[in-house]
Structures are given as structure tokens and as C-alpha cells.
């Protein structure tokens, strides 16, 4: 099985455009026969949320996660057209999964708790792909779900874009926070106080400097729905 992650880029979402995506056109693609679908959209529940980086004009509006036995069949196109019908510019990539903290079970359809920070990542030019994935996987994976509430947490290493003009991606990471995160830096970062809260937010810099996360990222603060998972659970 192969996982596609369709990403929509569109200048006005406001949550009446979340709510079609997540419910008349999921079940479109429900209807697809699709083995997994999962979809992202950044609705006024965390909309304002404090950690959110843009470089992409027009924004990142939505994140779909579609599971197939064939990344290049009619399937994901017919999937891919509907998307595109409903954003400004889509791209779409091919991905391996790891799932270092696996998130807790919601019921099909229903909002995943919390807020759902989905970052775009982007390797420097100058490190290499294999050093670029130990830093990341290796190195600023404990870093990552030491310093942070995160209670669910998923990489994605992009393989190969499969539309035009689809920006540049290595990696698009997926991370469950408290919904208090949303507002309060104390809560994204799991501190008891300011000195926990600086020592933490240290140690995380440090980390996502050395595999060049520290700048050209999008960080997207999305509601998550998981619409029908490819695993039977």
C-alpha cells in the first residue's frame, strides 16, 4: 500500500469551505474506494494558533492523507481532480510513513482532540539526503516529543511530487498537541513554568537547526478528521 498526501492551497478557508471538505467531498472520496483517507483543514478552532509559519502564497488551507494500492492509478487522479476543484493550487506527494508516537482512536468522521500541526520541511542545499534523514528521524525525533505535549506524531518523507509544479517538499511531519496549545506556548511546549518553557524551547532550536527546520517552513494548525483508516482499526 502507498500513502499520497494532497496538499491545498487556497487564500480564503473559511469554515464553511472546511466543513464541505471534510464532509460532502470526503465522502466523494470515500466513494472512491479509497483504503484510507484523512482530512486536514485549518478551521477558526485553530486558525489563530501562535505557531504557524507561512512561506507559500497562497497559504496552506488543507492537508488530505489518501491511503492506495496504486499512487499513479485512476483512483488517486479521480481523487486528485476532485481536490483540485476545490483550492487554488494543489500539489499532491508520494510518502513513506513512520509513526513514532502513534495518536490515540477517534471514531471515523469525528475530530481528532486537540490541534493538529502539520510543518512542511524543506532540506538546506547543503546537506545530503542521508545526513539530512539522520539529523531528522535520528537525532530530532526524541528531541521532538521530549520538549513538546505531543500525544501523537507522524513522518512523512516525501518520495516523489506527483503534480506539475508541485514547491519544493522533503518531509511534511504531523504532531497532536492539547487544544490549549493552540494559544498557549506553555501548553504546546508541556512546561511547568518560564524556565522549563526557555530551557525546552532551547533544546528544540538546537535540534531543528542542525537539520535546517529552523527556517523556510510552513507550519499549518489544522483540525484533523479521520475520515476511514487503511489498517482495520
Known amino acids: 500500500m502507498e500513502k499520497v498526501i494532497a496538499v491545498l492551497r487556497r487564500a480564503e ?30 478551521d477558526s478552532a485553530v486558525r489563530e494558533s501562535l505557531i504557524t509559519l507561512t512561506t507559500l502564497d497562497p497559504p496552506v488551507a488543507a492537508v488530505v492523507n489518501l491511503w492506495t494500492q496504486q499512487c499513479y492509478g485512476q483512483q488517486v487522479a479521480d481523487a486528485l481532480r476532485l481536490l483540485a476543484g476545490e483550492c487554488e493550487q494543489l500539489a499532491a506527494y508520494l510518502v513513506t510513513e513512520s509513526v ?27 546537506v545530503d539526503q542521508a545526513t539530512w534523514l539522520n539529523r531528522w528521524q535520528l537525532d530530532h525525533t526524541p528531541v521532538a516529543i521530549e520538549t513538546q505535549s505531543t500525544f501523537g506524531y507522524t513522518q512523512n518523507w516525501v518520495v516523489r511530487a506527483l503534480t506539475p509544479d508541485a514547491p519544493g517538499i522533503d518531509a511534511i511531519v504531523e504532531e497532536l498537541f492539547p487544544a490549549e496549545a493552540v494559544t498557549d506556548l506553555k501548553a504546546f511546549f508541556g512546561a511547568a513554568d518560564d524556565a522549563d518553557l526557555q530551557q525546552r524551547v532551547g533544546r528544540m532550536v538546537a535540534s531543528t537547526s542542525a537539520f535546517g527546520a529552523n527556517e523556510n517552513i510552513d507550519t499549518v494548525p489544522t483540525s484533523r478528521y479521520v475520515i476511514k483508516t487503511p489498517f482495520g482499526d
Open 13 to 42: 478557508a473559511d469554515d464553511e469551505w472546511c466543513a464541505r471538505l471534510r464532509g460532502p467531498v470526503a465522502d466523494q472520496l470515500a466513494e472512491l474506494g479509497l483504503p484510507g483517507i484523512t482530512v486536514n483543514v485549518r
Open 100 to 126: 513514532p508516537l502513534p495518536g490515540p482512536k477517534f471514531e471515523p468522521g469525528l475530530r481528532t482532540t486537540g490541534l493538529a500541526n502539520i510543518a512542511l520541511l524543506r532540506r538546506p542545499a547543503g
